[in-house]
């Protein structure tokens, strides 16, 4: 079983930057891909990025794109997502998960989640 913990969420300023880490522990394949997910209170989960084993395919929601960066250290069995010009809109409890698949956008094709971390964005 894999274990995922969390780490870097916060409040900040519209147009701020988060980093955002994730490490992964217990039973792991040899390859496998990651992905960040968000939820909003009242909102369904959503996805917003996505990076293949080898960081080489990555993924990323409409929303994000151009402004969020996803990428791993396998050494570390680490996975990060750079949040830049942050809005409002931004803000949720924010996800990584951990699937079998190269690489992945669905929710049902993740197997591990983390506990979440809280993002803020103040205007």
């Known amino acids: 079983q894999v274990q995922l913990v969390e780490s870097g969420g916060g409040l900040v300023q519209a147009g701020g930057s988060l980093r955002l880490s994730c490490a992964a522990s217990?039973?792991?394949?040899?390859?496998?891909?990651m992905g960040w997910f968000r939820q909003a209170p009242g909102k369904e989960r959503e996805f917003v990025g996505a990076?293949?084993?080898?960081?080489?395919?990555?993924r990323y929601a409409d929303s994000v794109k151009g402004r969020f960066t996803i990428s791993r250290d396998n050494a570390k069995n680490t996975v990060y997502l750079q949040m830049n010009s942050l809005k409002p809109e931004d803000t949720a409890v924010y996800y990584c998960?951990?699937?079998?698949?190269?690489?992945?956008?669905?929710?049902?094709?993740?197997?591990?989640w983390g506990q979440g971390t809280q993002v803020t964005v103040a205007s």
């Open positions: 217990g039973r792991t394949f040899g390859s496998y891909g």
């Open positions: 990076i293949s084993w080898s960081g080489v395919r990555t």
């Open positions: 998960a951990h699937t079998t698949r190269d690489i992945a956008t669905i929710i049902y094709e993740y197997d591990a």
